[in-house]
């Protein structure tokens, strides 16, 4: 829809080209996926691996310290959906991004945007594999999910979880800063009005969830290490992939 825009602004640094590249990407992509014959099987398939995300990660989603930090890591960032409409408005306003946001916020929005790009390809390209065992996704079992998830690139599956790093590492930084919150606040009205609230929400969650716990480093490097485990035992075929090995992480 904004394409033309995304091409015609001039960008100046390493990270604003970053971020244009990815954009472009990303645009192209969800043209193509909202063509796709097999989209409509996407939120069944968002909505099995949500529940896998919540199983595997229960006991921090119970813990009070983890659960605000851990929804929006595995909402948000890890297994982002629904976001149509926040997309579209990052692209209408690249050419202000660019123009007004630090350098360094252009490098993690470009690794979020990122993030975004390679989980929706990963989940359809496991769509389409699915569809090739003759299988949809809501008569999907483990063993199927796991076939069809080692028939994708595993290569990218370990790209995605190491955005979830980089990206999640970043927010954390920024919601630091004790002036963000002020601004959130203070930006709420003025992002309604540009129709900017999808992509405003998205930031004051980020920052509401991380602002409130001590350690978000250790969420997300037990988050991190969780997924590798469970994504390695998926490609050596473990008989129980999603079972983790790890003990439960300290909270002090």
């Known amino acids: 829809m904004y394409r033309e825009r995304l091409v015609a602004t001039p960008v100046t640094s390493d990270n604003a080209r970053q971020l244009q590249h990815q954009l472009l990407a990303y645009h192209d992509f969800r043209q193509y996926r909202a063509d796709h014959s097999l989209a409509p099987a996407l939120a069944a398939l968002g909505e099995w691996q949500a529940e896998r995300l919540k199983a595997t990660h229960e006991d921090l989603y119970e813990h009070p310290a983890y659960r605000p930090g851990l929804v929006f890591l595995l909402t948000d ?18 050419p202000k991004i660019v123009k007004w946001l630090p350098d360094h916020l252009l490098d993690t929005l470009a690794g979020l945007v990122e993030l975004n790009h390679v989980t929706q390809r990963l989940d359809l390209d496991l769509i389409e594999q699915l569809d090739l065992m003759g299988l949809e996704p809501d008569r999907m079992d483990k063993d199927a999910y796991c076939e069809a998830f080692r028939a994708g690139d595993s290569g990218q599956r370990r790209r995605q979880i190491a955005l979830v790093e980089q990206v999640g590492g970043q927010l954390d930084r920024y919601v630091r800063n004790r002036s963000l919150g002020w601004l959130l606040s203070m930006s709420r009205g003025p992002a309604e009005m540009a129709e900017l609230e999808d992509l405003h929400s998205f930031i004051h969650r980020g920052y509401r969830a991380f602002r409130a716990m001590d350690r978000v480093d250790a969420l997300i490097d037990e988050v991190v290490a969780r997924e590798t485990q469970v994504l390695e035992q998926i490609l050596a075929a473990h008989p129980d992939p999603f079972k983790l090995t790890a003990s439960p992480p300290r909270t002090s």
């Not at 890890?78 to 579209?88: H, L, Q, V």
């Open 77 to 94: 960032l890890y297994a982002p959906a629904g976001m149509t409409r926040r997309d579209d408005n990052v692209d209408r306003v690249f």
